[in-house]
């Protein structure tokens, strides 16, 4: 049984920072590319940032230079650092495991950034 568990969310001021975690099970994780996506309110669901297996790394514009992915292949985990956070990037996040045909999503974590 696949699981992604994430972790890490809350309610942080503007500016402020919050490193979301992503644990993983069931899969081969280091063949994965593993990802962020976060969908705020009224909002479709959004990439941040992707990770692949080799370690490269994608974000999105309005995250760049602001957040960090990385991943922990012995433990299973994908991390999500985010610094000098807005209100806008107030979402639920959503880690996410993507190989070829096979991807699955965890449960979400609720970021909320007060003005």
């Known amino acids: 049984q696949v699981q992604l568990v994430e972790s890490g969310g809350g309610l942080v001021q503007a500016g402020g920072s919050l490193r979301l975690s992503c644990a993983a099970s069931?899969?081969?994780?280091?063949?994965?590319?593993m990802g962020w996506y976060r969908q705020g309110p009224g909002k479709q669901r959004e990439l941040v940032a992707s990770?692949?297996?080799?370690?490269?790394?994608t974000y999105a514009d309005s995250v760049k230079g602001r957040s960090t992915i990385s991943r922990d292949n012995a433990k299973n985990t994908v991390y999500l650092q985010m610094n000098s956070l807005k209100p806008e990037d107030t979402a639920v996040y959503y880690c996410?495991?993507?190989?070829?045909?096979?991807?699955?999503w965890g449960q979400g974590t609720q970021v909320t950034v007060s003005s």
């Open positions: 996410n495991a993507w190989y070829i045909t096979r991807t699955y």
């Open positions: 069931g899969i081969v994780f280091s063949i994965y590319r």
């Open positions: 990770i692949r297996s080799g370690g490269s790394t």
